[in-house]
């Protein structure tokens, strides 16, 4: 699963002054509100607040916000394995399986594979945690 960059807390604070020079509209943009929640996860949110001039309120409101925004599905393409001995499994499987983590976000992996590559996608989830 690719890694989203993060950007830096002066880069965001550097966004959020050009938006605000730009004769800022009433919302502020998704990207600016998620670029100013990511940075929660090495800053403290007075930190955030005070560098962005962000009201502790709205913060708050857009970090609960995205952790109950479902995740964007996420497609990793599962390499072509060489078959497993024959087992009492079915030959392919159709399951979704889902991994929340700690920041609430989901991936999920949904499909009709066969046990190797359930196995595959199992040990995917595990190191995504």
Do not use: C, K
Not at 56 to 63: D, E, N, P
Not at 83 to 95: I, K
């Amino acid at each position: 699963m690719p890694n989203r960059s993060v950007p830096s807390l002066s880069e965001v604070q550097s966004a959020f002054d050009a938006w605000r020079q730009r004769g800022r509209p009433r919302i502020t943009p998704e990207e600016l509100r998620r670029q100013a929640v990511d940075l929660l996860a090495d800053h403290s949110i007075r930190s955030v607040q005070n560098a962005l001039r962000l009201d502790h309120r709205r913060l708050s409101r857009w970090r609960r916000e995205f952790a109950a925004a479902p995740a964007l599905p996420t497609f990793v393409e599962i390499p072509a394995l060489t078959p497993e001995p024959a087992t009492s499994l079915p030959t392919v499987l159709a399951l979704t399986l889902t991994r929340y983590g700690s920041d609430g976000r989901r991936v999920s992996i949904q499909g009709e594979l066969d046990a190797t590559h359930w196995r595959w996608a199992l040990e995917l989830l595990e190191a995504g945690s």
